[in-house]
């Protein structure tokens, strides 16, 4: 939409609309905004990745975290459980 357009749009709402439902409209705006900005994330700069690739790399030479085999053996027994809560409750 052009900005002659949204001029246009707001030059409506605001002519039409009562204090009370122009405030209710800016608090869904402002939510919608915040909403979105959080979806967007800005993208690591090469010199972070390099950074986060060394600190898991020292991680791992220090014996520290869990592989990948055991991450997923973990997710899947806590999938499982999750299940069984959820088949617990429709009974």
């Known amino acids: 939409?052009?900005?002659?357009?949204?001029?246009?749009?707001?030059?409506?709402?605001?002519?039409?609309?009562?204090?009370?439902?122009?405030?209710?409209?800016?608090?869904?705006?402002?939510?919608?905004?915040?909403?979105?900005?959080?979806?967007?994330?800005k993208p690591y700069t090469m010199e972070e990745i390099r950074a986060r690739i060394a600190e898991a790399e020292r991680e791992s030479a220090a014996g520290l975290g869990i592989d990948s085999e055991?991450?997923?053996?973990?997710?899947?027994?806590e999938f499982a459980e999750e299940d069984m809560k959820d088949t617990n409750k429709l009974k």
Do not use: C, F, I, P
């Open 1 to 41: 939409m052009s900005t002659t357009t949204l001029q246009g749009l707001l030059d409506y709402l605001t002519g039409t609309l009562s204090t009370s439902n122009m405030l209710w409209l800016s608090e869904r705006l402002t939510d919608y905004a915040k909403k979105n900005e959080e979806q967007h994330l």
């Open 70 to 77: 055991e991450m997923v053996r973990e997710l899947e027994a």
